[in-house]
Nanobody, 121 residues
């Protein structure tokens, strides 16, 4: 099982990034996919979740209206489009696969290695 996250980097406030997470080793379409983030000195927190079919999506209040989660089951990939980025969005972003739509990171079975997003001028 592997979740390979990519797309992070340094971006100025107000800018955009698109994260990708490619999954291998399990049946991607049977899993709920989530994005979480962890800033230095803080706990890992929920960002967004998408159901198996993509029909149900949930966001943290802090990113609602700025971030968009999507998935392509044919490509075994989940995405996070991040617009209007703020310095407080700076964190390591992780993708995760789970069985149910929950916001707790402890409920997810598989995790990627994370990709660093830095929002700074």
């Amino acid at each position: 099982v592997q979740l390979q996250a990519s797309g992070g980097g340094l971006v100025q406030p107000g800018g955009s990034l698109r994260l990708s997470c490619a999954a291998t080793g399990f049946t991607f379409s049977l899993y709920v996919m989530g994005w979480f983030r962890q800033a230095p000195g803080k706990e890992r927190e929920f960002v967004a979740i998408i159901s198996r079919s993509g029909g149900s999506i949930f966001y943290a209040d802090s990113v609602k209206g700025r971030f968009t989660i999507s998935r392509d089951n044919a490509k075994n990939t989940v995405y996070l489009q991040m617009n209007s980025l703020k310095p407080e969005d700076t964190a390591i972003y992780y993708c995760a696969a789970g069985r149910t739509i929950v916001r707790s990171p402890t409920s997810y079975d598989y995790w990627g290695q994370g990709t660093l997003v830095t929002v700074s001028s």
